[in-house]
């Protein structure tokens, strides 16, 4: 069963988009920011995951199994060492820290609703890209002396395996990712999943508020895109000045901004149509209102998003980005 870079690219995408879902359900649900970020992600065979494998009797982790069915039948496994699970519960639940062994009704609540919120958002990401069908079945937690369960270990499937590392508060709590893919699943589907450009994406970022150009950074690093290279203009003059010597691939601009706002910024780069054509164009706005969307669109925006921008939102501009640069070739 090969593993391509195709497939690995496919996997890791999938993964990525969704963990950036379910932080901003986390973040929506506690109405405080949850960060998960998975630093790195591999994607292994039955033989390969069996080897990656270790088991110590000495310790324990916290396991949430939750099988999902349909086209892409598998399972995603989230676990934590008991500690980590102990402190994280701790922090969604705001109550002082359970010093004892195991964890109790409330936490493993908690525990069921954090493997839940991380498999449906990527099965919901799945089935968004593939326009296929998905569901997911009941989580059950247990606390185990090993990740995963050697039994879910065969020939037949793929492994995505990854740390996941989740911040909130200023404090991080790690533990492990595991989702398991049916191999002809993933070769019949395969071709309808858009995968990101591996060349780097310049993108430039043009809004006058540093927080905004701050959060969109974070968010970024946390949906673990590698491939960015990241440019930040204060104003429409500096970014049509960062556009005409950077040509980005993806512009996010600010619809009010002081000396030239968004609407004017798009005026200009009809001044250069070659750059503008090959350059995916997002506005951003607290102004919803339909003309305004209509009238970006007809000056160039390919995309009109509401603020504040989210992990979720940042990962439809690049999903329809993708899109959009696929078609043109």
């Known amino acids: 069963m090969e593993i391509t870079q195709e497939i690995q690219s496919a996997l890791q995408e999938l993964i990525t988009t969704g963990i950036g879902r379910a932080a901003t359900a986390f973040s929506d649900m506690l109405n405080q920011e949850i960060q998960?970020?998975?630093?790195?992600?591999?994607?292994?065979?039955?033989?390969?995951?069996?080897?990656?494998?270790?088991?110590?009797?000495?310790?324990k982790f916290a396991i949430i199994v939750q099988s999902f069915s349909g086209a892409f039948d598998g399972q995603g496994v989230v676990g934590f060492p008991l500690t980590e699970a102990k402190?994280?519960?701790?922090?969604?639940?705001?109550?002082?820290?359970?010093?004892?062994?195991?964890?109790?009704?409330?936490?493993?609540?908690?525990?069921?609703e954090i493997g839940n919120l991380i498999v449906n958002a990527i099965g919901c990401t799945i089935s968004d890209m593939t326009s296929v069908e998905i569901d997911c079945h009941l989580p059950i937690v247990s606390i185990q002396n090993e990740l995963l369960d050697k039994s879910l270990i065969d020939q037949k499937h793929y492994y995505c395996l990854g740390q996941a590392v989740f911040n909130a508060h200023g404090i991080s709590v790690k533990g492990h990712v595991v989702f398991i893919y049916n191999y002809e699943a993933i070769k019949k589907y395969l071709p309808r999943i858009d995968i990101m450009p591996s060349q780097v994406i310049k993108v430039l970022i043009v809004d006058d508020s540093i927080l905004i150009r701050q959060s969109i950074k974070r968010h970024f690093s946390a949906l673990s895109f590698k491939n960015i290279e990241i440019i930040e203009g204060k104003t429409g003059v500096e970014g049509l000045e960062l556009f005409k010597e950077h040509r980005p691939q993806l512009l996010i601009i600010d619809l009010l901004m002081p000396e030239m706002d968004g609407e004017e910024l798009l005026l200009s780069l009809q001044k250069f149509p070659l750059a503008a054509s090959q350059c995916f164009i997002v506005v951003l706005s607290s102004n919803f209102q339909r003309p305004v969307q209509e009238r970006v669109s007809e000056r160039g925006a390919h995309l009109f998003i509401e603020k504040p921008i989210t992990q979720e939102k940042l990962s439809l501009i690049m999903q329809q980005y993708a899109n959009t640069m696929k078609m043109k070739k």
């Open 36 to 59: 998960i970020q998975i630093p790195e992600l591999q994607v292994l065979s039955g033989q390969q995951m069996d080897s990656c494998l270790k088991t110590d009797p000495q310790e």
């Open 87 to 112: 402190k994280l519960t701790t922090i969604l639940l705001q109550t002082e820290a359970d010093l004892s062994d195991g964890l109790g009704t409330t936490e493993k609540e908690a525990i069921a």
